[in-house]
């Protein structure tokens, strides 16, 4: 434990912080995902299973063959991308709870351009582009709102985005079910799911499995989202507010600006997840077709501790959970719900962090050099 | 100090281990952690564990109505069977699980009774989410079943694309209706609107108020219409006079909603309350049987269920419930892919092959010509003597 106590860090922050900002949000995660599987075991002995065999069997079910490895890549999409929506927002001090609604109103819009007449016919060179950008156009919108209210009134970022997702949920169920008027309903279909988009719009995959291009697409915005926090002025601004607001004020950089700015890029990128799994998938939504992606996605921004590259790890991670519980069923006999736990234990010794540091010997973060991944978690709830 | 805090960590580890190994050799308290762990798979290698479900017990206890229970059907037409070598049965629920009370729960116990009857293998997944529907499927192909059980009318385009590229195996949907079933597929279809018309009926025979109430759910289910449309034609059909309040709700799981439109309904002066949309319903059916009006469930015997067996308050209210056999369905579903007797297509459940009937009245007290009167309406919708007046397929009056 003396090695903790390394007074006057402060001045030889460089090198010292260099180092543990490589290592430190690696491994905490890492062992955070070692320990939640070890209690995870506890709860399956608990259960009369061997942990051997369903966990095996969960790592058969994501990643046992080719077929296995794309639906498993397949799944993690959305999650990547509307994780990185939410990291985007940590990184200002923001805490964007609205990524489920803004992932549906993107999903919706898509849904309805994507359905209608005059895009179905196009090629899907041109059709692709437009069904994505509906999808940035809604997320835009749904996740400007509490940037606007937040800037101009101080209403609270966590409050609007909450409510404005019970909106988005009820608003949906709504557009898709309603039959008279008919909004965005199949009416060939028996049950409530919106009109197929058009063929060319779909995104292609590859031959036999799920994997489509929203894969790639995906890697591509974790690059672009990199690229901007780390090389760009808007980045720096960002990240300025993030730390510190009133020094950024102080510094001449519009802090209210910057919080609209951020929270309608991050609704965006929430919007283009939606229009993207619509894309990739079946090319139709029912109301409960992407139930959680938002809410998992809060969470899986956090494994990666806000790190634009981290959450694709940590989204694959979180749908090889998924895509292999079923198979832990199958062969092991061990609820799906299993899964679930794990999860939630992975975000637990990721949020408090100190119970990983203090097992594994990690070493605690000091002073403000690491002031990006502090931000995050004490002032998550608000600037 | 690291010798130290391992030697702590791993004590804390070896305590926590000797616990579950306790709790694993204790029978009084390894049901309750194999609940949270996976009990399902439990109670499908080892019938004695399921003896607890509340339907079964319920098929047991009603022997003597038209309610058949499946081991008997077991006994009496499949007794000489020959069951091929290795047959395996696999089975995908709806978002829910095998033990959750709604129709996952009565199509396990079908595939868990054509277990016991024909010594076959099963297996099963419970869905978490819709988008798992594809990955469950494919999950459940790896052990090549002969038989695939999916539940659900979500699942049917799913259920649909697997059947055609899996043209060995065949395919039972519960609730899934196709304009065209392939040869190896076959979707169990119910008569709601007879099981409503019985409700109807019951409501309309016992009522003093001449008003009844129906709490529904969705409405854009189609077998929550054709429930509403059967409860309200079978009511008016045994009681000129009666008036029919009804309420669809946006929820299946919404039991205060489904409280407070019941007491909406008994304030409005109605003395029978239908309940026909999940939890939902079995809120409002609580809500009457508490304030001493008439309760009547819906799809299986809720005395077992929402009553827990007459211990709950107002059990001597619940007069009947429509009752909708999916077990029966899936059962015998197994059985004529056993038999080679499967065909594709729409296998409809009726009042005519017991597919569809009334519970029991358990603790309620009803006058013996109501009780008559509600056997002659069952044997007129068997025997095709009686009509709903709704289309079976859209549900809404002809």
């Not at chain 1, 929506?85 to 609205?98: P, Q, R």
């Not at chain 2, 709700?249 to 008994?266: I, Y």
């Amino acid at each position: 434990m003396s090695r903790r106590a390394e007074p006057g860090g402060r001045g030889r922050l460089g090198e010292a912080v260099e180092a543990y900002f490589r290592l430190a949000p690696v491994l905490v995660p890492l062992y955070a995902v070692l320990a939640a599987s070890i209690v995870g075991s506890l709860v399956i002995l608990a259960a009369g299973r061997n942990p051997l065999v369903a966990y095996s069997a969960l790592l058969a079910g994501a990643f046992g063959s080719p077929q296995s490895v794309a639906t498993t890549l397949a799944r993690s999409t959305p999650y990547i991308i509307a994780a990185l929506a939410v990291a985007f927002g940590f990184k200002a001090g923001l805490f964007n709870i609205g990524a489920e609604g803004q992932l549906l109103v993107g999903a919706l819009m898509g849904a309805w351009v994507g359905a209608s007449a005059a895009v179905s016919g196009l090629p899907g060179i041109v059709a692709i582009p437009v069904v994505l950008a509906a999808g940035v156009v809604g997320g835009l919108l749904w996740g400007g709102i509490p940037g606007v209210l937040k800037a101009r009134t101080g209403a609270h970022e966590v409050i609007v985005t909450i409510m404005l997702n019970a909106i988005a949920v009820r608003m949906a169920e709504w557009l898709i079910s309603s039959t008279q008027p008919l909004l965005l309903r199949n009416p060939a279909a028996s049950q409530a799911v919106t009109t197929p988009i058009g063929p060319s719009a779909r995104l292609p995959a590859l031959a036999g499995t799920a994997l489509d291009l929203g894969f790639v697409i995906a890697l591509a915005l974790c690059a672009l989202v990199w690229f901007v926090l780390e090389r760009m002025t808007f980045g720096f601004e960002i990240r300025t507010v993030g730390v510190n607001p009133h020094a950024a004020r102080y510094a001449g950089i519009s802090v209210n600006a910057t919080v609209i700015a951020v929270m309608a890029v991050s609704g965006a990128l929430a919007g283009i997840a939606g229009s993207t799994a619509l894309a990739g998938g079946s090319g139709a939504i029912t109301a409960g077709s992407f139930a959680n992606i938002g809410f998992d996605s809060i969470a899986i921004a956090l494994l990666a501790r806000a790190n634009p590259y981290a959450v694709v790890p940590a989204a694959i991670l979180w749908a090889a959970l998924l895509v292999g519980a079923p198979n832990m069923q199958l062969q092991a006999g061990v609820s799906g719900d299993l899964v679930r736990i794990v999860q939630a234990l992975i975000i637990v010794f990721v949020a408090a962090d100190a119970i990983v540091r203090y097992l594994f010997r990690i070493r605690a973060p000091r002073g403000a050099g690491d002031a990006d991944e502090r931000a995050f978690f004490a002032k998550g709830g608000g600037v | 100090m690291r010798v130290s805090r391992w030697l702590t960590l791993s004590s804390v580890a070896v305590v926590l281990l000797l616990l579950a190994a306790a709790c694993g050799n204790d029978p009084a308290t390894e049901s309750p952690t194999a609940a949270a762990g996976g009990t399902g798979s439990e109670a499908g290698s080892e019938p004695a564990t399921s003896s607890e479900a509340p339907s079964e017990a319920g098929t047991e206890a009603t022997a003597t109505s038209s309610i058949t229970p499946l081991d008997e059907i077991c006994a009496e037409e499949y007794a000489d069977v020959e069951v091929p070598e290795d047959f395996s049965v696999g089975l995908v629920t709806d978002i829910g699980s095998v033990d959750d009370g709604t129709f996952n729960q009565y199509a396990f116990e079908g595939m868990q009774a054509a277990e016991e009857c024909f010594g076959i293998e099963t297996n099963f997944i419970e869905t978490a989410n819709e988008a798992d529907y594809t990955n469950n499927l494919t999950t459940i192909m790896r052990d090549d079943p002969d038989v695939v059980v999916t539940v659900g009318f979500l699942l049917a385009d799913a259920t649909l694309q697997f059947a055609q590229d899996n043209p060995d195996t065949n395919f039972i949907g519960v609730d899934q209706f196709q304009e065209e079933y392939p040869d190896n597929y076959v979707g169990v279809l119910f008569r709601e609107d007879q099981g409503g018309y019985l409700a109807g009926a019951m409501a309309g025979l016992l009522t003093e108020s001449d008003v009844v109430g129906v709490v529904a759910g969705r409405e854009d289910v189609p077998p929550v219409v054709r429930l509403v449309n059967g409860y309200r034609a079978g009511a008016e059909a045994v009681n000129p006079d009666v008036e029919v309040l009804e309420v669809y709700n946006q929820s299946f799981t919404d039991d205060a909603k489904g409280r407070s439109d019941a007491q909406q309904m008994l304030g409005e002066g109605a003395d029978v309350i239908f309940g026909a949309g999940g939890q939902t319903g079995s809120g409002g059916i609580r809500a009457a049987a508490e304030s001493g009006a008439w309760a009547i469930g819906v799809d299986q015997d809720e005395y077992f269920t929402t009553f827990d067996e007459g211990a709950a308050q107002g059990s001597e209210s619940l007069a009947t419930s429509a009752v909708k056999r999916v077990d029966l369905g899936v059962f015998q579903q197994i059985a004529a892919s056993i038999t080679g007797d499967f065909e594709g297509g729409v296998f409809l459940l009726e009042a005519a092959n017991d597919g569809i009937t009334y519970a029991p009245f358990h603790d309620a007290d009803i006058p013996e010509e109501v009780a008559t009167r509600m056997e002659e309406i069952r044997q007129g919708l068997a025997d095709g003597s009686i009509d709903t007046g709704i289309d079976p397929v859209t549900g809404l009056p002809k």
